[in-house]
């Protein structure tokens, strides 16, 4: 016997399904142009079509868990595609064209006047493992080998940390390492700020003579 609780609750898990499922599509893509873009491939302007297909399997891959069923889609399709008034987060953006890099926002667009940036930055992923000890471990012994004299290991260590603690911020001063010999550390230093940083978010540059205006850790 279905009751009008049931009936309810039903209702109250498709309407999460749907939301969820359209806020993941809205952080997916942008539109622009009447065309649609993945945040990550800004250069292939996809159809409406496209996307539908994409998403599908996008969505059977990702959330085996619901009841994935051809209503379904149509709602969430239908709010995050064809809707204009509703949740902006449930809803496929228009991007203004741009591109920023916003360490301080963790969603793929960033929004201004009633459009989006898309968010360059992508946040490491061992940051999710939520590891917040002040250890360095083996990395220890590598910056002690690396700086002999305690005060300007500290003072790399320290402008490191506050790189870290404030992503967003660009900081006043930055290290030049520079040696006659290779084997002294720069690269692998380089390797690791990279990986704290997140690749993706990261470019290691291996000449000055191609940016004299930059900081370069050079091998």
Same mark, same amino acid.
Request: glycine share 4%; net charge negative.
């Given at each position: 016997?279905?009751?009008?609780?049931?009936?309810?609750?039903?209702?109250?898990?498709?309407?999460?399904?749907?939301?969820?499922?359209?806020?993941?599509?809205?952080?997916?893509?942008?539109?622009?142009?009447?065309?649609?873009?993945?945040?990550?491939?800004?250069?292939?302007?996809?159809?409406?079509?496209?996307?539908?297909?994409?998403?599908?399997?996008?969505?059977?891959?990702?959330?085996?868990?619901?009841?994935?069923?051809?209503?379904?889609?149509?709602?969430?399709?239908?709010?995050?595609?064809?809707?204009?008034?509703?949740?902006?987060?449930?809803?496929?953006?228009?991007?203004?064209?741009?591109?920023?890099?916003?360490?301080? +926002? /963790?969603?793929?667009?960033? =929004?201004?006047?009633?459009?989006? !940036?898309?968010?360059?930055?992508?946040? &490491?992923?061992?940051? *999710?493992?939520?590891?917040?000890?002040?250890?360095?471990?083996?990395?220890?012994?590598?910056?002690?080998?690396?700086?002999?004299?305690?005060?300007?290991?500290?003072? +790399? /260590?320290?402008?490191?940390? =506050?790189?870290?603690?404030?992503? !967003?911020?660009?900081?006043?001063?930055? &290290?030049?390492?520079? *040696?006659?010999?290779?084997?002294?550390?720069?690269?692998?230093?380089?390797?690791?700020?990279?990986?704290?940083?997140?690749?993706?978010?990261?470019?290691?540059?291996?000449?000055?003579?191609?940016?004299?205006?930059?900081?370069?850790?050079?091998?």
């Amino acid at each position: 016997m279905i009751t009008n609780e049931t009936k309810t609750e039903e209702e109250t898990r498709t309407q999460h399904k749907i939301e969820v499922l359209s806020k993941a599509i809205s952080s997916w893509y942008v539109r622009r142009d009447s065309k649609f873009y993945d945040v990550n491939r800004l250069n292939t302007p996809l159809s409406k079509e496209d996307i539908e297909r994409a998403c599908i399997i996008r969505i059977r891959g990702g959330y085996e868990h619901f009841d994935i069923t051809p209503d379904l889609i149509k709602a969430v399709f239908n709010r995050a595609i064809v809707q204009m008034i509703g949740n902006p987060e449930q809803s496929i953006p228009v991007w203004n064209g741009s591109q920023v890099c916003s360490p301080d +926002v /963790l969603e793929r667009v960033v =929004w201004k006047d009633g459009t989006v !940036a898309v968010n360059t930055w992508t946040q &490491p992923s061992y940051r *999710s493992l939520r590891v917040n000890e002040a250890e360095l471990g083996v990395a220890a012994e590598f910056f002690e080998a690396m700086f002999a004299r305690e005060a300007e290991r500290e003072m +790399v /260590l320290n402008w490191l940390a =506050w790189c870290l603690q404030n992503e !967003a911020d660009k900081p006043m001063w930055a &290290p030049f390492f520079y *040696s006659r010999s290779k084997g002294t550390g720069k690269s692998t230093l380089c390797m690791l700020v990279g990986k704290l940083f997140g690749d993706e978010n990261t470019v290691t540059q291996n000449s000055i003579e191609k940016r004299l205006d930059c900081c370069v850790m050079t091998s």
